[in-house]
């Protein structure tokens, strides 16, 4: 035999006795250096990644996915990646990519709900002739004005989803979303534990919050900064060149607000809702048919601190109640409570969160 061939060998050995050692360490000693031993490990042992069915999952690629609960690391994915057809029968979905050191990089997800669609759906100005399952897009007066694919109708707020045999609709449902968000992580760079996790959800109600966590390198205290937001909308009358914009199709679109208050470019969703101001522009027959401007309203903020052992500490922070300024801060206290502790003094707000 070779002499790579034999260090590839004993190479291969070597993983396998030092992985099922890094994971009865990891268990029983759940330390930032268990951590690291696991997280070195466990790459080593893996190429690339795949689900649980063996599909492999290609870097900076965006997957619909079935996460499976997580017992070690949150930064490896675990799971199944699903269909377009599997992922719309869910009333919440998730979407992943993973990055080059095999860890997630990104999540995004919806939720939604469902309730039977009765009113009318004129299938045939759209063409079909053919038994199937069909998804329709609505107006923003709530009338069908579109076909769309599955992946189109999983971003959209809200659709129709239509079974349609023999010339006749057999069944129908309104889809509409509820919540609608996304998280990117980052990593430090040497050995990789998370650096940043950063992340937002939008509710159907114009409820937004947004969270920033930051951790230090070589420790497990983080920073946890978190801003509560209320939408308000107004007409938008300014002028929006379709054409300089290159909108050339009927739907929606959500675009961005220039600094001067102009209309911007289109803009994925996750994108725009992001921001504190975004327009939501409907065309219908190559005009302009109804524009809204969406600004998310500061309505409190909340800073949480964790201590070296990765526990609760303190938190400070302000709320605005009926225009007013209410600042607050708050302790840990671990000698309390039935769940290891509570914030002192209590507030409504963390009761309903938690």
Do not use: C
Request: without cysteine; aromatic residues 12%.
């Amino acid at each position: 035999m070779k002499v790579w061939q034999k260090a590839s060998l004993i190479g291969v050995l070597l993983l396998i006795l030092l992985l099922p050692m890094a994971l009865f360490i990891y268990q029983v000693h759940h330390t930032p250096l268990a951590q690291r031993l696991f997280n070195w490990i466990l790459p080593m042992s893996l190429n690339y990644t795949t689900d649980r069915n063996g599909v492999r999952l290609h870097v900076n690629t965006p997957y619909y996915v079935r996460e499976s609960p997580r017992t070690f690391s949150t930064d490896y994915f675990l799971g199944e990646v699903l269909s377009l057809e599997a992922t719309e029968l869910k009333d919440d979905y998730t979407q992943i990519a993973i990055n080059q050191s095999q860890k997630i990089a990104y999540r995004k997800g919806s939720s939604f709900k469902r309730e039977p669609f009765t009113g009318p759906i004129d299938y045939e100005r759209f063409g079909i002739k053919v038994n199937g399952i069909y998804f329709f897009g609505l107006d923003a007066d709530g009338q069908i004005n579109r076909l769309l694919t599955i992946e189109q109708a999983l971003w959209e707020p809200v659709y129709i989803k239509a079974d349609i045999f023999v010339a006749e609709v057999r069944s129908a449902e309104k889809v509409t979303r509820t919540e609608m968000g996304s998280v990117l992580f980052s990593y430090w760079p040497e050995n990789g534990p998370p650096k940043e996790i950063r992340g937002f959800y939008v509710e159907s109600n114009g409820r937004k919050k947004s969270w920033l966590v930051h951790f230090p390198e070589q420790n497990r205290n983080k920073t946890n900064h978190t801003r509560y937001f209320q939408a308000q909308s107004t007409p938008f009358t300014a002028d929006i060149p379709l054409k300089i914009l290159g909108i050339k199709t009927d739907g929606r679109y959500l675009l961005s607000v220039l600094p001067d208050g102009s209309a911007g470019f289109p803009r994925p969703e996750l994108d725009a809702l992001e921001d504190q101001r975004h327009i939501e522009l409907w065309v219908a027959d190559g005009q302009v048919y109804r524009a809204t401007q969406t600004t998310f309203v500061v309505t409190g903020e909340r800073w949480t601190f964790n201590n070296d052992k990765g526990e609760f500490d303190r938190q400070h922070g302000y709320d605005i109640e009926n225009g007013r300024k209410v600042e607050w801060q708050q302790k840990f206290d671990r000698t309390v409570g039935q769940r290891g502790g509570e914030w002192v003094p209590p507030r409504p707000q963390d009761e309903q969160e938690n």
